[in-house]
């Protein structure tokens, strides 16, 4: 389950294209299916350019200032999958 977790994004774009593809070659390869399951591959592409985490511009030195504030601050940790 782990392997699933931290690889999902990777996984789920697989599946749903292998399912598609299935389902739309039932009766051939057209140039409409050709285009579908590029678009689908596209979107997935696209997506994961504007949702992939960026590194930090934090510091250490705002970091500690910011845990040390006495407010509730909020970390996280974020894998490129």
């Known amino acids: ?44 592409v696209i997506a994961w350019f504007f949702i992939r985490p960026t590194p930090s511009n934090f510091t250490q030195d705002q970091i500690e200032a910011a845990l040390k504030s006495g407010k509730p601050t909020l970390i996280e940790f974020q894998s490129e999958y």
Request: charged letters at 10%; zero cysteines.
């Open 1 to 44: 389950m782990a392997f699933f977790n931290q690889y999902s994004y990777l996984i789920t774009p697989v599946f749903v294209t292998v399912i598609v593809a299935f389902f739309l070659m039932r009766d051939g390869l057209s140039r409409r299916d050709v285009i579908a399951i590029t678009s689908i591959i596209g979107a997935f």
